[in-house]
């Protein structure tokens, strides 16, 4: 690939059901896209690692997501540890967090495991990819107080302005997915037009989340452009100035990606 457009540092494209995974990443190679493809227990860091090892222009984080935090041991740990260090396209570690949405009984859990991985980031020096859903102020406390030295972006950032200038505050990016192209999706759109442009990055979280025009079909990660014609709307600039900042902003994350 002569040139990167876009940079998508969240698509679950191992998940997809109607796409095969290799028709996904062409249509991605068509529209100049790389893929950074996120772990969620201590099964898909195997076949993460295994993914970008067979594509190219994919990249993958290693991690354990909040509902899935009961599977997480020290050999967890240890297996990533191996795999951050047996395969360069390995460029973070996520998604880890918190979610309070689904299951509150475990809440104690979610934060031990998400302090352990961002501690294990630290170590590693690697960016730490965030799952935060209902639980905002604990997330960024948290972050506040353990996070020495990793870059951390906020995925499919669902939070209000405020929120945003306060993580923004902490130097954490803002990764806007296929929800901003949703009409009623107000927080967002006032996220995705008012944060500064330095802080912005792009995702899908495919297969979840299908952006407008393409909602209540299976999402791809290529669809991000359509991520882009949205912010670039609200903001009144044209797509090439999003795609071009936004990969600016994820290779200064990422200086792996070439
Ligand atoms: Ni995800």
Redesign the pocket.
């Known amino acids: 690939m002569d040139k990167i457009a876009v940079i998508n540092t969240?698509s679950?494209v191992n998940m997809l059901k109607e796409h095969s995974v290799d028709e996904a990443l062409k249509n991605c190679a068509d529209e100049n896209v790389v893929i950074i493809v996120?772990s969620y227990d201590d099964k898909s860091i195997f076949e993460v690692d295994e993914l970008v090892k067979k594509y190219p222009d994919v990249y993958g984080y290693v991690g354990v997501f909040p509902e899935e935090v009961k599977c997480f041991t020290d050999k967890t740990l240890s297996d990533m540890e191996k795999i951050i260090k047996s395969n360069n396209k390995i460029i973070g570690i996520g998604?880890i967090g918190l979610d309070y949405y689904w299951d509150k009984s475990f809440i104690d859990l979610q934060k031990e495991v998400f302090i352990k991985q961002i501690e294990f980031a630290n170590q590693m020096n690697l960016p730490i990819n965030v799952?935060c859903r209902e639980a905002y102020f604990d997330t960024l406390n948290i972050l506040k107080e353990h996070n020495k030295n990793s870059k951390v972006i906020m995925?499919?950032f669902s939070g209000s302005l405020e929120f945003a200038k306060e993580c923004i505050k902490q130097g954490i990016y803002i990764a806007i997915g296929g929800v901003v192209t949703f009409k009623n999706a107000v927080k967002v759109k006032e996220v995705a037009k008012n944060i500064p442009l330095e802080y912005l990055l792009l995702e899908t979280?495919d297969p979840?989340l299908t952006p407008v025009p393409y909602r209540g079909k299976e999402n791809q990660p290529s669809y991000v452009k359509y991520v882009v014609q949205e912010i670039a709307n609200l903001r009144g600039i044209p797509s090439e100035e999003i795609e071009s900042v936004t990969t600016i902003n994820a290779k200064n994350i990422f200086p792996q990606i070439i």
């Open positions: 969240h679950h996120p998604e799952h995925h499919c979280d979840y």
